[in-house]
């Protein structure tokens, strides 16, 4: 899928702006705080249903006004679909061709977007949740039964979890044993798969980047030698105590490994920033092998991150990749091995042109 069109009114910084996109390689160019990532910012809300850079909806609105309003146009095989995010200071509503949907993955079929923006290294530096969040972008986008697995086994977890806090029936968590039992084996295990078909491009990708070939190890959340049954069993006394679930696929994590050695806490912000891209280009790569419908891949200022070889290696490993590439830039000149591209610029947060 690609974007053709997008029209954003009240957000951030942005009064009102309308660009036409290219659906191959675009550019936005601009100053600091023309608006430029707010941009990006709209295109990511409106393929995920949440912005890259905070999660409250309050901040996106334009000083001065109580709402915002991002849509576009996307481009895919059966025509066009018409995408729609609607803000408030405490809501959300997501629209496709008008009509309120109740899920963020609904527009995620619809713009499988990611972005590269300059806290991407946060993806190797933080806790598990964003590489779940990673995880669960590519799975979602290969496997179909995905979502549904996913959707139910947080639904009972939800469950179980309040189960443990109501003192009127001490047993009442096992309720939901078995269907996070069957929903988390499965979660797992198309988790796995996708691993599987991940790693040789994680493995190219790395050599290229980094001149080191990097491993990914999937930790289920919960010990490899163990079965769901047995693990939830065994964590029962202390979930309890703590009236929460210990144990399952929401405790997974992805450890990144060179030489057999993990990465975390070995290796420079600049490097870690480097090995994110890795990964989020890998997957871009693997996506692009097993659908014949592009992803938008968004870059935020790449320049400022990453010095002239590293930048000339990143922006070759993209333009190899299917996918529609929107990128910012304070000016074009350190974009010149990008091909053609279509060019916009970006003023004071109040108008686009090319």
Known sequence: MTLANL????????????????GTCNVIVGSNGSGKTSVLEAIFLLGSGHSFRCHRTDTLIREGT?????????????GQEVLGV?????????RI???????????????????????VHRLIEDGPIRRRRFLDWGVFHVEPRFHDAWRRYHKALRQRNAAF????????????????????DQIAAFRDSYLEGLHPFVFEVS????G???VIEHQRGWRRNQGLAEALAGAEARDMVRAGTSVGPHRADLVLKIAGVPVRDRISRGQQKILACVLILAQQLYRASTSTLPACLLL????????????????????EIPAQLIITALSTEALNCLPKFRLFHVEHGRECFT
């Open 86 to 94: 609607q803000g408030s200071a405490d809501a959300k509503e997501f």
């Open 207 to 210: 050599r290229r980047l980094l």
């Open 7 to 22: 029209d954003v009114d009240n957000f951030r910084c942005i009064a009102d702006a309308h660009m036409e996109f290219a």
């Open 165 to 184: 806090r109501s003192t009127a029936q001490p047993r009442a968590h096992r309720i939901w044993d078995q269907e996070i039992i069957e929903q988390g």
């Open 66 to 78: 109580d709402s915002f309003q991002v849509v576009g146009k996307v481009e895919g095989p059966s």
């Open 212 to 214: 080191e070939e990097v």
């Open 300 to 319: 935020d200022d790449p320049a400022a991150e990453l010095d002239v070889d590293n930048l000339r290696i990143l922006l070759n490993l993209i333009t």
């Open 97 to 119: 061709h008008g009509r309120t949907v109740r899920s963020a993955a609904e527009l995620a079929l619809q713009l499988p977007v990611q972005a590269i923006d300059p806290e």
